[in-house]
């Protein structure tokens, strides 16, 4: 069965610390993943999406890094006003997406 | 681009009745998901539509629920019988189709359903 499985479950950041979240997956043939933010009281809003090991795509303070067993999803100097849950999903076939739990992030002033 | 819209946004109602939940995609939009997300979880997928053919359907829809897209436009999904587990987010999403690269889906605020 395909998984897709997101680590840290939490995690609370100062202004400008940066560090990383993981997206780890188990698929049976990986068509594309997709990172999403998605703040309280709303839909995922889409970030990027990754179809190749070694890809990486950047937007602002954010960058996407795909390997064929996992992404990564970097945050440099966060601000607070990227606090938000990081929602990461895989493409395997036909037309749906499977998400992960997703990372709730803080970041303090 | 307006966005995706989805009405209502909250839905109170008591188990055993039965819900209908309206989405309007982005207008030039030809592709349009339905999925459930419950507190924690991450979305799941319940259906997609190409246009007004229903193509995939998730084999843990029950049969109580029923989505359709007449004249490819907007959506509705119903739930009949309701029981308390199905409380959650329900959320829209449309695209505009082509290659995995180009599949960006677009999201509606959703409609929180609470079945008490």
């Known amino acids: 069965e395909d998984q897709v499985t997101q680590s840290p479950e939490a995690l609370r950041l100062q202004e400008g610390e940066s560090s990383s979240l993981n997206c780890s997956y188990t698929?049976?043939?990986?068509?594309?993943l997709f990172w999403y933010r998605q703040d309280p009281g709303k839909g995922p809003e889409f970030l990027f999406t990754?179809?190749?090991a070694g890809e990486e795509k950047e937007k602002e303070r954010l960058k996407a890094t795909l390997t064929k067993k996992e992404s990564f999803l970097h945050i440099t100097a966060p601000k607070p006003e990227d606090s938000a849950t990081y929602l990461c999903?895989?493409?395997?076939?036909?037309?749906?997406?499977?998400f992960g739990a997703g990372t709730i992030l803080r970041v303090k002033s | 681009d307006t966005g995706v819209s989805q009405d209502p946004r909250h839905k109170i109602t008591k188990r055993g009745q039965n819900v209908t939940f309206r989405c309007d995609p982005i207008?030039?939009?030809?592709?349009l998901y339905w999925y459930r997300q419950t507190l924690g979880q991450g979305p799941e997928f319940l259906t997609y539509?190409?246009?007004?053919?229903?193509?995939?359907k998730s084999r843990l829809l029950s049969d109580r629920f029923s989505a359709e897209r007449p004249k490819g436009s907007f959506s509705t999904l119903e739930i009949q019988r309701t029981e308390q587990g199905d409380s959650a987010m329900y959320l829209c999403?449309?695209?505009?189709?082509?290659?995995?690269?180009?599949?960006?889906?677009?999201f509606g605020s959703g409609t929180q359903l609470s079945v008490l």
């Open positions: 999403a449309s695209s505009s189709g082509g290659q995995v690269r180009d599949e960006k889906l677009f």
């Open positions: 698929v049976s043939g990986l068509r594309g």
């Open positions: 990754l179809y190749s």
């Open positions: 999903a895989v493409q395997v076939w036909g037309n749906k997406l499977v």
């Open positions: 207008s030039e939009h030809n592709r």
């Open positions: 539509f190409q246009n007004e053919a229903q193509l995939e």
